[in-house]
């Protein structure tokens, strides 16, 4: 199975950006849908964005035009990129690895990195 380490995290006033990373063990050519999803105290977990194995990306509303979502296949590696960043942001941010043409069942979270926007 793939594992996923996240890692970009910390704290940053508002209207700062910060890039989140997602290393995986697992070649992202096997893995269908590489996605961020984020959790804020007391809130549920929400997809913030996502991004196939054909490139294709999908963005919330609550973050268009601020977050950017790619990845770089010989780094098996996937970034958010965050900017105008604002306090209702702060949340515990995941990555996720969704499906595979290959594998069955692939699904994996790594453990998290925390952003807070606080100034």
């Known amino acids: 199975q793939v594992q996923l380490v996240e890692s970009g995290g910390g704290l940053v006033q508002p209207g700062g950006s910060l890039r989140l990373s997602c290393a995986s063990t697992?070649?992202?050519?096997?893995?269908?849908?590489m996605a961020w999803y984020r959790q804020a105290p007391g809130k549920q977990r929400e997809l913030v964005a996502n991004?196939?194995?054909?490139?294709?990306?999908n963005v919330a509303d609550s973050v268009k035009g601020r977050f950017t979502i790619s990845k770089h296949n010989p780094k098996n590696t996937v970034y958010l990129q965050m900017n105008s960043l604002k306090p209702e942001d702060t949340a515990v941010y995941y990555c996720k690895a969704d499906g595979s043409p290959y594998l069955r069942d692939l699904e994996a979270w790594g453990q998290g990195t925390l952003v807070t926007v606080s100034s």
């Open positions: 697992m070649s992202l050519f096997m893995i269908n849908v």
């Open positions: 991004i196939t194995l054909n490139d294709t990306t």
